[in-house]
């Protein structure tokens, strides 16, 4: 009877080599990462372009052209299109750049759309024509993979030192409680399905360092809103808006004229 031959036993795989974590300080020349949302013409724009320092715009809603008395900011040429974006904030030619402003990304967003639309096929292969043709959700789902890397990009800015100003227009959301009735709030006016999947709200959300909601003062009575048009912004969250701060918690008086929110924010002068 013939013998097996004994097969060799193999040898367990080489770990890789352990290395020491690094450990070091906390890095100080990051930028603030701001999202300033609230109603059409109350100003938004205007106290962005009042950031401390050497300001440009991308200025996808075309409003600078028609304000008034604003300081000297500069704007980014010939965006028209998402990838025009992304590739202006890939190149170089930032540095001496203290804040970048996109305004807005509510109108952003809808570039993201008109791209996914243009480059994402829907699971069939052929192209579509609105969100919806791709099926239940799944709209949503590109849209949010195709935004997402706005963020990283926004990233390297803020990581090198510049600081970023996402101007919003607003909407009002239901907001969901498990514990009473839900209640109605005013959020940024980004997508954001019911389910929480692939909100593109939320995820700015947690990716801002501040979230500012700019608001008319109203007092209501009887059924009847008052007001003088005078305005505020609520850095922290209350029941009636989003919002966040890192370092700042007081509701703070609004004045388009002034850096004043800035000087708040940044725990510094105005340069």
């Not at 704007?75 to 970048?100: E, F, H, K, M, Y």
């Not at 990009?153 to 101007?167: F, K």
């Not at 239901?174 to 109605?184: E, F, H, I, M």
Request: proline share 8%; glycine share 8%; hydrophobic share 40%.
């Amino acid at each position: 009877m013939t013998q097996r031959p004994t097969l060799p036993v193999p040898k367990p795989p080489t770990p890789p080599p352990r290395t020491a974590v690094s450990l070091g300080a906390i890095p100080a020349a990051a930028g603030h990462r701001v999202v300033v949302y609230g109603p059409g013409g109350i100003g938004k724009t205007s106290i962005a372009a009042r950031f401390p320092g050497r300001v440009v715009f991308f200025d996808l809603d075309e409003s600078l052209p028609r304000l008034r008395d604003l300081p000297a900011v500069q704007a980014v040429n010939g965006v028209q299109t998402w990838p025009d974006l992304r590739n202006a904030l890939q190149s170089d030619g930032w540095d001496g750049v203290d804040a970048i402003v996109i305004d807005s990304l509510t109108k952003a967003e809808e570039l993201a759309v008109a791209e996914t639309l243009a480059t994402v096929p829907h699971e069939k292969g052929h192209r579509v024509q609105r969100l919806e043709d791709y099926g239940f959700g799944k709209g949503y789902t590109h849209v949010f993979d195709t935004f997402l890397p706005l963020l990283a990009d926004l990233d390297r800015h803020s990581r090198a030192g510049r600081n970023v100003v996402l101007v919003c227009h607003d909407c009002t959301a239901t907001v969901p409680n498990p514990t009473g009735d839900d209640w109605l709030r005013y959020e940024p006016r980004l997508q954001s399905p019911a389910s929480g999947k692939a909100s593109i709200r939320l995820r700015v959300r947690e990716w801002a360092d501040h979230v500012l909601f700019v608001g008319y003062d109203v007092d209501v009575k009887d059924g009847k809103g008052r007001g003088q048009g005078t305005r505020t912004i609520y850095p922290a969250e209350l029941p009636h808006c989003m919002a966040k701060s890192r370092t700042v918690r007081e509701a703070m008086s609004f004045d388009e004229n002034s850096a004043a929110v800035w000087t708040a924010i940044l725990g510094k002068e105005p340069v």
